[in-house]
């Protein structure tokens, strides 16, 4: 199995299909979000993790470096700390803001993958601060783009519910 190969087809086709599916977004809609309850993002919010959640986890997997603030250690975080509530999620304050972010994750964990050999991705048990599992790293950087996958489907719903003529094409990149 060429892992670099399956990562990169995978990056590159994420990317794409997630950022058609930005065109699609009325700037004046970066504040909605389907109910006031049950801990839902708004659309800047999700945009926000859509766009820095990949290449940030691909770097903080194969380098340790999750961006911490100094004295601040990931595995010294609490539950809530590492998946806060949605009131508490950062935004993007445009969609050429969420943009920019995403085209630069996306330069990051091509990045990040070029660091890491055919034989590291094959074989390096990969524990992270959420799941202390050691699935190997080509697996661990899968289930980072299968992460952008879930929320891009959400975001999707997220259209369908205000009305945007999306259909599966739009999910699916076709």
């Known amino acids: 199995m060429n892992w670099k190969e399956m990562i990169t087809e995978s990056?590159?086709?994420n990317y794409k299909v997630t950022g058609d599916l930005f065109d699609v977004i009325d700037e004046d809609k970066l504040d909605w979000k389907p109910s006031e309850t049950n801990n839902w993002m708004t659309i800047g919010q999700l945009l926000k993790h859509l766009s820095d959640g990949t290449g940030s986890a691909f770097k903080g997997i194969i380098t340790g470096d999750w961006g911490m603030p100094e004295g601040m250690n990931m595995?010294?975080?609490?539950?809530?700390?590492?998946?806060?509530?949605?009131?508490?999620?950062?935004?993007?304050?445009?969609?050429?803001?969420?943009?920019?972010?995403?085209?630069?994750?996306?330069?990051l964990a091509i990045e990040m993958l070029d660091k890491c050999s055919e034989e590291k991705l094959d074989t390096e048990p990969t524990p992270v601060p959420w799941d202390p599992e050691n699935i190997i790293l080509g697996q661990r950087l899968l289930q980072m783009i299968l992460h952008q996958t879930s929320h891009r489907h959400q975001l999707f719903y997220y259209l369908k519910l205000l009305g945007k003529p999306v259909n599966t094409g739009h999910l699916w990149g076709m």
């Open 11 to 13: 990056i590159n086709y």
């Open 75 to 107: 595995e010294d975080m609490k539950p809530d700390e590492m998946l806060p509530p949605a009131e508490k999620m950062p935004t993007v304050e445009s969609l050429s803001e969420a943009k920019k972010i995403l085209e630069d994750d996306k330069a």
